[in-house]
Structure formats: C-alpha cells, structure tokens
C-alpha cells in the first residue's frame, strides 16, 4: 500500500457517540451484494478478508446496497 493509504487505515476515528473507533478508509460493499455483477461467495469472503488484513476496520453494509 501507498504512505497515504496505509496513514488513512492506520488512524483511526470516532464514530457515533458511544467511543466506537473505525479507520479513515472503509471498505464499501455494495458490489459485494451484486450491484454491478454477481460475485461467488469467495471472491465476497476474500475482499473483506483482504480489507480485514490490510488494517480496515470500517465497513459499508447499508441493506440496499446490490440485490442481496
């Protein structure tokens, strides 16, 4: 990863008021849900544990994101 990238997941930062702490780089999953083309349940498993790995600790999982 780039210094940029890797200062963006490596700070981390409030969210809500309950002292909840995410990276500054989430990870949007809409196209996990199939909004561009349907994805196998591996290619999901291995993008969010990549993120996972890289550090990412802020996912976008809004209910009507894709068809699933």
Do not use: C, I
Not at 42 to 61: I, L, M, P, S, Y
């Amino acid at each position: 990863m780039t210094g940029a990238v890797d200062s963006k997941v490596a700070r981390r930062r409030p969210l809500g008021r309950r002292g909840l702490q995410v990276t500054g780089l989430g990870l949007g999953t809409a196209p996990l849900g199939g909004l561009y083309h349907d994805l196998s349940d591996e290619e999901a498993f291995n993008t969010v544990a990549a993120a996972w790995d890289a550090g990412v600790r802020f996912f976008d999982t809004a209910p009507h994101y894709g068809h699933t």
